[in-house]
């Protein structure tokens, strides 16, 4: 079975800085997909930005990229010039290529931006 | 653009009641898919629909039910409710017709059982 672990309860960046929050996950499948999720207080699941395991370039959208290490299985999220907005709960999530396409989440990191 | 709504919002309820709760997705997904977030917590897939199928089952007790209706709407029933079912329940929906398959959630409904 996979899993995904975030050893990151809380992390702290002042605004305007760079902030990289981790993720591995284990699995013994070649061909999958990973994913950063923000949660606002609003408690909504959104989208920041995804990575298709086959693709060896990292994924970026805008001021948010990824180190992805296959090989280590890491999955780290950076987000560069941060903005008070982007306070929030981060979650990694690990879907397969196959099968029913369910979403395994790590147990999230929270993100605090200090003015 | 049509997001997935979920209703309702927000539910409070007793122990040993039932609850339903509804989720429509994005018009032309065939894929819903309901996940359990308790407080603190990440979300939990709990099941999952294709076509009307029942596609993939995860730590969904056998307390809950869920199925999907001819129009591709979901419901989860949730009888016999504890102090400990008191969570925010996504929806997701995504398309099944090839390609990447990417969920889209609902704003959830927060449960709370009293």
């Known amino acids: 079975a996979q899993t995904v672990t975030q050893s990151q309860p809380e992390m702290s960046v002042q605004e305007a800085e760079t902030v990289t929050l981790s993720c591995t996950y284990d699995t013994s499948e070649s061909d999958y997909y990973l994913f950063w999720y923000k949660q606002p207080p609003s408690r909504q699941m959104i989208l920041v930005i995804r990575q298709e395991a086959y693709k060896q370039q990292n994924a970026t959208e805008n001021r948010f990229s990824v180190n992805f290490q296959k090989a280590a299985k890491s999955f780290s999220l950076k987000i560069s010039d941060s903005q008070l907005g982007d306070a929030a709960m981060y979650f990694c999530a690990y879907r397969s290529q196959g099968g029913t396409y369910k979403y395994i989440f790590g147990t999230g990191t929270r993100l605090k931006v200090l003015a | 653009a049509a997001g997935v709504i979920q209703s309702p919002r927000h539910l409070i309820k007793e122990k040993r009641e039932t609850a339903t709760l509804k989720c429509y997705p994005i018009p032309r997904h065939d894929t819903v898919y309901w996940y359990q977030q308790g407080p603190g917590q990440d979300p939990q897939f709990l099941i999952s629909f294709y076509e009307k199928m029942q596609s993939d089952k995860g730590s969904i007790p056998d307390r809950f039910s869920a199925q999907q209706f001819s129009d591709y709407h979901s419901e989860l029933n949730m009888s016999s409710l504890e102090l400990g079912d008191s969570a925010l329940y996504f929806c997701?929906?995504?398309?099944?017709?090839?390609?990447?398959?990417?969920?889209?959630f609902g704003p959830g409904t927060r449960l709370t059982v009293l």
């Open positions: 997701a929906s995504s398309s099944f017709s090839g390609g990447y398959n990417e969920q889209f």
